[in-house]
């Protein structure tokens, strides 16, 4: 049976958890229009992330790929459209660095699209009665920076793997610590993610549904 590789990142400034990682270890093995999902954790370290997303592509040969991380503060689960060629961190990784302003990968596109259907998933999950919707940007960050190079990667090699990037909401652990802010449980993360990855193998190309902001 082929593999769809459900990549999470692990806990990160300060957290003890990342819903991402929780919310991945539920999927593990469950199967998806005839693929078997295989998870695996991504470490929240520039470069270190997309070496690993790589050698977890060899590794099992996936027909489809989904990155998913923490986004504190959101209110739905976000498919992410676009990902942009530079690291500008706010805070440290886990391995100490805190780039500003430096591309990715020198000399390659200023951005890459996601190769999933994203339109597609948000009507799913929105279909499913899970918040949901379409994110313009995914930061600056470690999850932007994996989102590139794991597009850049895709594309390098004939983009005939399809691949993207989700942003989930923090746990209602996490929201109980932290205060007035918004949360998912984990059932319902994992439920998404599963209607998401359902659409994504359903629909090689997107759909077309408005979900346009306004900023
Ligand atoms: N969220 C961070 C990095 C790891 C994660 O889960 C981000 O949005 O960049």
């Known amino acids: ?15 003890p958890v990342n819903p991402a990682l929780e919310a991945i270890r539920l999927l593990d093995g469950r199967i998806v229009e005839g693929c078997s999902i295989a998870t695996r954790e991504l470490p929240v370290t520039r ?32 498919p992410e459209r676009v990902a ?3 690291d500008d ?3 440290p990784d886990n391995g100490g660095f805190q780039p500003v302003d430096e591309p990715i990968v020198a000399g390659a ?12 998933m948000v009507m799913a999950m929105r279909g ?5 919707s379409v994110s313009n940007s995914a930061g600056t960050f470690v999850c932007n920076h994996l989102f590139y190079g794991l597009m850049n990667h895709l594309a390098q090699h004939g983009n005939k793997i399809r691949g993207g990037f989700v942003h989930i909401p923090y746990l209602p652990e996490q929201a ?22 359902n659409a994504a193998m359903a629909h090689e190309t997107d759909i077309a549904a408005g979900d346009g902001k306004t900023h």
Request: no cysteine.
């Open 176 to 197: 109980a610590r932290l205060g007035g802010q918004p949360s998912m449980a984990v059932e319902t993360i994992v439920k998404g993610l599963e209607v998401a990855l």
């Open 109 to 120: 596109p200023a951005a890459y699209w996601s190769t999933l259907p994203i339109k597609a």
């Open 47 to 78: 470069f270190e992330a997309i070496r690993a997303i790589e050698n977890f592509i060899a590794e099992t040969d996936p027909v489809l790929i989904l990155a998913v991380g923490q986004a504190g503060g959101r209110l739905e689960i976000t």
């Open 128 to 132: 499913a009665g899970i918040p949901a």
């Open 1 to 15: 049976m082929r593999n769809i590789l459900v990549a999470g990142f692990g806990p990160f400034g300060g957290e």
């Open 84 to 86: 942009i060629n530079v």
């Open 89 to 91: 961190f706010r805070i």
